[in-house]
């Protein structure tokens, strides 16, 4: 009989609507995919995310848009809805990003135009028979946008050339832009000096397959612990990913301002779940922020079927990244992604509570009742003593009606777990695919036993853990229906191999800011 260490979260049947997350980022109504656009207005100290929408309807569709909302602290948002819109109906605005044109290199502003919000956008515009890529400018800082009059700045002739991610280069005092061939498995990346003329330096190939490649990115990353820094491309595959479906991969290296070059062969994936797509970074971060970013949360092959309301689909956390070196097993160690999930000032904890050195089988180790939202995060820092018998678990539990998400560890198999299995919501759908799995070494040995760490977030219906400080994520949707947040979660355990070192759980809420 295996063992392992859970966490299920049962919930109410109430509304459809409640099932709406707190903190990552819902449009006010329509689909929305993608993430687009995101960056950092030093001016007035805010962030800016853009996304795939269509105001029109619950699925994708065109005419598509590019929306757009804005955060003091990438946990509260606010929501203004069509931004970039296409000429024709029958067109969309496929995805790409904006950068803050600080010297005014596309002589698109004049003086009157504050340094700091010289937006301007990149992105693809699809017709039925062509990709192409276009510009436009933003004169009061993100809000509205003219499009450029000599559109399109780049055309190779090629129906599948899409999502560009452009960022300046200071070494090579030029723009970079990486853009997907995407049925040609190819990232080309190309230069510019003005963000409207372009040239070709270099084309990247490797990785996972699947059937296509989309929205790429490039961004330099600094190494944890070191003042090194190392450049790394970000690349999504739609559909056919070793997940199914949509997921993201990524490869670590350097960059010269005309060529990426890996520091090996190996494709490492972004997030072991199975929502999270196109992921994308904040432009004009500020220093003290690091990269930051986040992805769609979702996947292809069932986001048109997701059973909420008015709107559909959310994006993720915000996340910062770093690199670290870390073991992939006991002979090997390798940089690696650490994402770490980005909580606001506005984020507060509704309740609290926190217990320590628990062992063996504690029924009731931690108990927490809904006080206010049902949003829930935990931390959980466990060692496993394998000589002990293994029989039982150690879990998390709440709610009830019946229906549960699960997340958890199995320490025969040496893996962490999260499970929807127990939810009706999709239910019937083949590739809403029940558990999704991660392996990772453990975090430290401690009197010669593994320790392990463990964070998620339930957010609505949305569920990210994060294990080891990020060294590996899962991220998975989740439909109970009539959900109205959580209405209790407990640690429980019936293991006696596993030993609870410290956990915390805590009920999140939204506060006020300036």
Known sequence: MRAFLALIFLTFVMNVESSRPLMAFTPSHGW???????????????????????????????????????????????????????????????????????????????????????????YTYNT??????????????????????????????????????????????????????????????????????????????????????????????????????????????????????????????SFDGFEFVPDDSQARLMDYGKDFYAFQTFDNAPKESGVVGLAWASNWQYANLAPTKEWRSSMTLARQMTLASRNMNPETKVLSLLQ???????????????????????????????????????????????????????QVISGQNGESIRAGFDPTAGQFFVDRGN?????????????TSAYVEPWKHQNDLPVYKMFGVIDGNLIEVFL?????????????PGTEGLEYLEIESSSDAIHIVESEVKELKLRATS
């Open 340 to 394: 770490k999930p980005i909580f606001g000032e506005s984020v507060v904890a509704a309740n609290k509570i926190s217990k320590r050195n628990i062992t063996g089988q504690d029924e009731q180790a931690v108990k927490i009742h809904k006080n206010s939202t049902g949003t829930f995060s935990f931390d959980i820092t466990f060692s496993v003593d394998s000589s002990k018998n293994q029989t039982g678990q150690l």
């Open 468 to 480: 080891n400080d990020g060294i590996a994520t899962l991220t998975n949707t989740f439909f109970i």
């Open 32 to 122: 929305m995919n993608d993430p687009n656009g995101q960056f950092y207005d030093s001016k007035n100290e805010l962030w800016h995310l853009y996304y795939q929408y269509n105001p029109n309807d619950t699925v994708w569709g065109t005419p598509l848009y590019w929306g757009h909302a804005t955060s003091k602290d990438l946990s509260t948002w606010k929501d203004y809805g069509a931004t970039i819109g296409p000429d024709r109906d029958e067109d969309g605005i496929f995805s790409g990003n904006i950068v803050v044109d600080h010297n005014n290199t596309s002589g698109f502003f004049n003086d009157s135009i504050d340094p700091r919000q010289r937006v301007v956008a990149i």
């Open 423 to 435: 939810t009706s919501g999709l239910k019937e759908n083949p590739f809403f695919t029940d558990k």
């Open 128 to 253: 039925e028979g062509s990709q192409t890529q276009h510009v436009a400018y933003s004169l009061d800082g993100g809000y509205t946008f003219e499009k450029y009059e000599h559109n399109p700045v780049l055309d190779v002739d090629n129906i599948n050339f899409r999502d560009p991610k452009v960022f300046w280069h200071e070494p090579t005092n030029q723009w970079i832009m990486v853009i997907a061939l995407s049925q040609q498995f190819k990232i080309q990346i190309y230069g510019s000096i003005d963000l409207t003329n372009w040239s070709l330096h270099s084309n990247f190939t490797g990785g996972l397959f699947g059937f296509q490649y989309e929205c790429p990115g490039l961004i330099e990353v600094p190494v944890e612990g070191t003042d090194e820094s190392k450049w790394v491309m970000f690349i999504a595959i739609n559909p056919g990913s070793p997940l199914g479906g949509s997921s993201n991969q990524y490869f670590i290296g």
